[in-house]
Every structure is written in structure tokens, then in C-alpha cells.
């Protein structure tokens, strides 16, 4: 299996605010909300709180409450407006699909459509009387290697990716290409 991770990885950045704007953005408390982000997130900077808890407090910010049938209309039209890089299309596509993987802390639900028939694990949210509560799963870290075991796949034959934070992925991989600005810089 071929891993890839997804955002400045096959894409040249972060996803995961533009949804954020794509599904709240016309609230007049955005950038009021943004600004408690931006702050959670210097907290998550130095240590304080982990990547779940700053992801819980985005989605608490932006999406709780949000109807499943607007977060999805949001999450399909979000992903017309994705630019995926050269990653993606000198390497991804070339993979046979049987064989190429897309895992990312990003949220699945506008992955799927980006990634239309492709095999994705990704963040997922949790949902009561289908309003957005929270976070059912967060992709990061030790949680990929914990989600690939849990669909037998024990072996890496090549990892894509742009953060250490995926390092225990790294461990189980026999190569790791590692991508910076649209390029691979490391290739072990």
C-alpha cells in the first residue's frame, strides 16, 4: 500500500479552515470566532493542548449545531474548489488505485467527494439528531497507524508525507518521500 497524507502534502496547504470559512463564514462572530481559533491554536503551539482538543474546539467554533444535509452540500461544494498539486499528479495518479491511499487529519466528509471512489481515512464528525456535536475521530499520529491496522494494513510500502507528526506511520513504512512546497526533500 502507497500512503499518502493529504493536506501540503497533495496540496500546497491547510484545508481545514477554508471549510471552517466555507460552512460559517457569513456569521457575523466569524472573526471574532477565528480569533479564538488563531489563540487555541498558540496554545496547541506550545504544548498545552493536543491536536484533538485544538480540532475539538474548530469544529465546536464552526460547526456544531450545523445540519448533516448543510454540511455536506458545504463539504461537496468546498471540494470543486480544492487544488490538488503535482504530488498528486505525478505520484498519486500514478499509483494503481488498488494500491494508493489517501489518510489525513482532515475532515472525510469533504475528502470522499474530492477523492470520489478512492479508499480515504480521515477525521469524521459526530453527529446527534443530525447536528454536528463534535469529533467522532481525529487522524493524527498514532490514530492513522491504529486506523490502517484496524483495516489490515500492517506495511507501508511508500509513505507521502509533510509533518514528523506522522512518524509512527514513518515507522511502519519501508520508504518515506517527504514533501515540502510541492516537492519530495527527502526521500529515505
Do not use: W
Amino acid at each position: 500500500m502507497v500512503i499518502f497524507d493529504f493536506d501540503k502534502t497533495l496540496t500546497n496547504k491547510d484545508t481545514l479552515f477554508g471549510f471552517y470559512s466555507e460552512v460559517d463564514g457569513t456569521n457575523p462572530l466569524f472573526p471574532i470566532k477565528r480569533l479564538g481559533l488563531i489563540l487555541t491554536a498558540v496554545i496547541h503551539k506550545v504544548g498545552i493542548i493536543s491536536n484533538t482538543q485544538l480540532k475539538s474546539v474548530g469544529v465546536f467554533l464552526f460547526l456544531r449545531n450545523k445540519n448533516r444535509n448543510e454540511i455536506l452540500e458545504k463539504a461537496n461544494e468546498y471540494a470543486e474548489t480544492i487544488k490538488l498539486n503535482s504530488i498528486y499528479n505525478d505520484h498519486f495518479l500514478r499509483e494503481p488505485k488498488a494500491n494508493r491511499m489517501v489518510i489525513s487529519g482532515s475532515l472525510e466528509i469533504y475528502l470522499r467527494p474530492l477523492f470520489h471512489g478512492e479508499r480515504i481515512i480521515g477525521t469524521t464528525l459526530s453527529y446527534k439528531n443530525d447536528k454536528v456535536v463534535g469529533l467522532k475521530r481525529n487522524m493524527f499520529g498514532k490514530q492513522k497507524v491504529e486506523a490502517l491496522y484496524s483495516d489490515e494494513i500492517y506495511n507501508i510500502e511508500r509513505l507521502y508525507t509533510d509533518s514528523y507528526s506522522d512518524r509512527f506511520l514513518m515507522e511502519i513504512s519501508d520508504k518515506v518521500e517527504f514533501v515540502k512546497k510541492n516537492k519530495i526533500i527527502i526521500n529515505k
